[in-house]
């Protein structure tokens, strides 16, 4: 399998892909809709409503935090985690400028 040749894509192209691939499994759209629940919780709270074993669930926040959907505090010997503004921030105006774009064109597609 070749390369993904990222570095030939805008930083923004990246940063984007990087946020849909975050958000491209079941169990991390789960997470995120808590999260919005919720003000925090920590990842054991997480765990109790989804039916995912604790290293598996500790693996989507992860992934989830590295793009920067969500952030995470250390609090004692547990971690709370929230939904992080600025990542939603940037797939909304994506997707807004996608929108926008749609509606423009909605007459003149093939």
Do not use: W
């Amino acid at each position: 399998m070749g390369a993904t040749k990222t570095e030939h894509f805008t930083d923004k192209q990246n940063q984007i892909a990087n946020l849909a691939k975050a958000l491209g499994h079941p169990a991390r759209v789960a997470i995120i809709e808590y999260l919005m629940g919720v003000d925090t919780c920590i990842c054991g709270d997480i765990v109790n409503v989804l039916p995912l074993a604790q290293p598996t669930v500790s693996q989507h926040l992860k992934e989830l935090k590295t793009a920067g959907l969500i952030k995470g505090n250390v609090e004692g010997n547990a971690i709370c985690y929230c939904i992080d503004e600025s990542g939603l921030e940037i797939l909304q105006s994506y997707f807004k400028t996608v929108s926008g774009h749609l509606e423009q064109k909605k007459n003149n597609c093939c």
